[in-house]
C-alpha cells in the first residue's frame, strides 16, 4: 500500500502551471540565462564518497529530457562499500517544452511501483533541507530515491513549490534555471531504513558541493 502525504497547496498547482506558462513566455526577451556549467566540474566527491563510474544516458532518453546538463554517475563510500546512483538534470532555462521530469511519472512509467511517497529532512553543512523519499519496486528489485528540485538558491522538495518558486526567481531576477536531483540506494524488504540512511548521508554531504556548482 503506498504510503503519501498530500499537501492542502495540491490544488493550486494548476494555478501555478498557467502563470508559470504566462511568465515563461513574457520573460522569453528578458531573461538572462546563467552560462553552462563545466561538465569537467562536476563533483565527483561527496566527504567520503567519490564516484566509481558514469552510468550512459541513451541517446531517446536525452531528447525526452531535454536538459542542458544531464548526469548519471554512481559513487560509492570509502571504508563501507556502499553505493548511491545519482542522476542530475540541470536547465539553464525553463522556456517552451524544457521542464523537470517528476520521478513519480518517470519511473511508474518506467515499470516501478511506488510503496511509500514521504518528506525527508537533510541535515547538511550549510542547513537543513527537505527531500522527497520515495520507495520504488518492479519484480525483485526495489529502490529507495531522495530527489528534489535545486537552483543555487534553494533546494525544493514539492512539485507544485518549484512552481510557485520559478515565478518568484522569474520576476526578481529573470531566471529559470533549476535542476533535478534524484539519489537512488538498493534496497529490499527489510532494508528500507539502511538503503535511506545510505542515500540520506551521500545526499546531504553532496547538496553543498552542488550548490557551488550550479552557476550562481
Excluded at 110 to 119: I, K, L, Q, Y
Aim: charged share 20%.
Amino acid at each position: 500500500m503506498l504510503e503519501s502525504r498530500q499537501s492542502p497547496w495540491a490544488l493550486l498547482l494548476p494555478a501555478f502551471v498557467m502563470v508559470q506558462f504566462l511568465l515563461v513566455g513574457a520573460l522569453s526577451g528578458h531573461e538572462h540565462p546563467p552560462p553552462l556549467p563545466e561538465p569537467a566540474e562536476f563533483p565527483s566527491t561527496a566527504g567520503e564518497w567519490k564516484m566509481a563510474h558514469a552510468e550512459p544516458i541513451d541517446e531517446a532518453s536525452v531528447r525526452e529530457l531535454k536538459a542542458d546538463r544531464l548526469f548519471n554517475q554512481t559513487y560509492f563510500r570509502s571504508g563501507t562499500g556502499e553505493m548511491a546512483n545519482l542522476f542530475v538534470a540541470w536547465f539553464q532555462t525553463q522556456r517552451g517544452d524544457k521542464q523537470p521530469h517528476s520521478p513519480k511519472v518517470c519511473l511508474p512509467g518506467s515499470g516501478w511501483t511506488p510503496e511509500v511517497s514521504d518528506d525527508f529532512l537533510l541535515s547538511t553543512a550549510i542547513g537543513v533541507i527537505t527531500v522527497n523519499r520515495y520507495i520504488v519496486v518492479n519484480g525483485p528489485e526495489r529502490l529507495v530515491a531522495l530527489y528534489w528540485y535545486q537552483t543555487p538558491r534553494r533546494a525544493i522538495a514539492g512539485e507544485w513549490a518549484s512552481k510557485f518558486w520559478l515565478v518568484a526567481d522569474g520576476l526578481r531576477f529573470h531566471r529559470t534555471d533549476t535542476a533535478l536531483v534524484r539519489v537512488i540506494a538498493l534496497s529490499s524488504p527489510r532494508r528500507d531504513e539502511a538503503a535511506t540512511a545510505s542515500a540520506a548521508d551521500f545526499a546531504r554531504k553532496l547538496y553543498p558541493e552542488l550548490r557551488a556548482y550550479f552557476p550562481r
